[in-house]
């Protein structure tokens, strides 16, 4: 973290406990959650989540550069409601995912790419770095 920017699990620890209890309460598959962080972070420019996400996700057998539909549908969704087109998320791409995720599933999605993103843009804010143990 810069020296310049505030520690926001100390600064704001009810507002960081509030954002972990809703990750943990996410009820979404491993791989696909651990897909639609490592994306999300990637878009947002989130070195601390790109590293975080991208050991956990090899860390779980996620190493390999082939998708199946569903993972796709979810990164689709993930890229789109990270960048957010002001016309919204297209239909096209939300009836894909829904063809891929059942109703609690999709919902389950919906609330990890939020969540993600909220956290990657308190990583980016505060300029949190990976440990300096984990960047060598």
Avoid at 37 to 58: F, M, P, T, W
């Amino acid at each position: 973290m810069a020296g310049d920017r505030i520690d926001f699990a100390r600064a704001a620890s009810d507002a960081h406990q509030a954002l972990a209890a809703l990750t943990r309460a996410i009820d979404l598959d491993r791989e696909v959650h651990d897909l639609v962080k490592l994306r999300a972070s990637q878009i947002n420019g989130c070195a601390y989540c790109v590293d975080r996400h991208a050991r956990e996700a090899r860390a779980a057998g996620e190493d390999v550069p082939l998708y199946s539909d569903r993972e796709r549908a979810a990164l689709a969704l993930t890229e789109t409601m990270t960048l957010l087109p002001a016309a919204g998320v297209p239909d096209e791409i939300y009836r894909a995912a829904a063809a891929q995720f059942d109703d609690e599933e999709l919902g389950e999605l919906v609330t990890a790419i939020v969540a993600i993103n909220a956290w990657n843009r308190i990583g980016v804010a505060t300029a949190m770095q990976p440990p300096l143990e984990l960047r060598e």
